[in-house]
């Protein structure tokens, strides 16, 4: 199975500020990797799919990286409806795998 | 519009069963593979089952094989699991989700399964 370690597990930010989470496979995935926002008593969102491509509707201010077994979630000026938990799934291979999760805080 | 409605979600004994449904509208559901995943309370989303178009190739995590069935009814436009042998563990939100790796991906709203005596 497919190990998707994700960092850091909770970070603490303002409004302006710029985020990167990062996601380590345990083995290579190609660019098979998505990003997901999830906020309480909702369902995920999906912000990125391919690694590096943005979901129709998602604002620019999000962006991916990375390819093989390490990738990364960028936001570049964090907004007050970005504070929510993000994950990353690689979709190369069953079982599908998730990241264990990032909350975003305000700072 | 693109709708996923996920339901059957209830509260049930240690060992029981329930079947959860996804309805399918404003997408050709018969062309994209089908998942359901859910998260814990507290934890983290946990991928649980996917299914190809036609249903000929099904995947399960570990934690539920030979408990868990997921299944599809392309007529209906409908994606099922079913639950059997249900534990504690199994407490969550199930939310039913298209392809994963289409640009076009859809997730339904969730329904509770509460396990618990």
């Known amino acids: 199975d497919i190990q998707m370690t994700q960092s850091p597990s909770s970070l603490s930010a303002s409004v302006g500020d710029r985020v990167t989470i990062t996601c380590r496979a345990s083995q290579g995935i190609r660019n098979d990797l998505g990003w997901y926002q999830q906020k309480p008593e909702k369902a995920p969102k999906r912000l990125i799919y391919?690694?590096?491509s943005l979901q129709s509707g998602v604002p620019s201010r999000f962006s991916g990286s990375g390819s093989g077994t390490d990738f990364t979630l960028t936001i570049s000026s964090l907004q007050p409806e970005d504070f929510a938990t993000y994950y990353c799934l690689q979709n190369n291979s069953f079982p599908l795998t998730f990241g264990g999760g990032t909350k975003v805080e305000i700072k | 519009e693109v709708q996923l409605v996920d339901s059957g979600g209830d509260l049930v004994q240690p060992g029981g069963s329930l079947r959860l449904s996804c309805a399918a509208s404003g997408f050709t559901f018969s062309n994209y593979w089908m998942s359901w995943v859910r998260r814990a309370p507290g934890k983290g989303l946990e991928w649980v089952a996917s299914?190809?178009?036609?249903?000929?190739?099904?995947y399960y995590v570990g934690s539920v094989k030979g408990r868990f069935t997921i299944s599809r009814d392309n007529a209906k436009n409908s994606l099922y699991l079913q639950m059997n042998s249900l534990r504690a563990e199994d407490t969550a939100v199930y939310y039913c989700?298209?392809?994963?790796?289409?640009?076009?991906?859809?997730w339904g709203q969730g329904t509770l399964v509460t396990v618990s005596s």
């Open positions: 989700a298209s392809q994963f790796a289409s640009s076009s991906h859809y």
């Open positions: 299914i190809k178009q036609d249903g000929s190739q099904k």
């Open positions: 391919a690694a590096s």
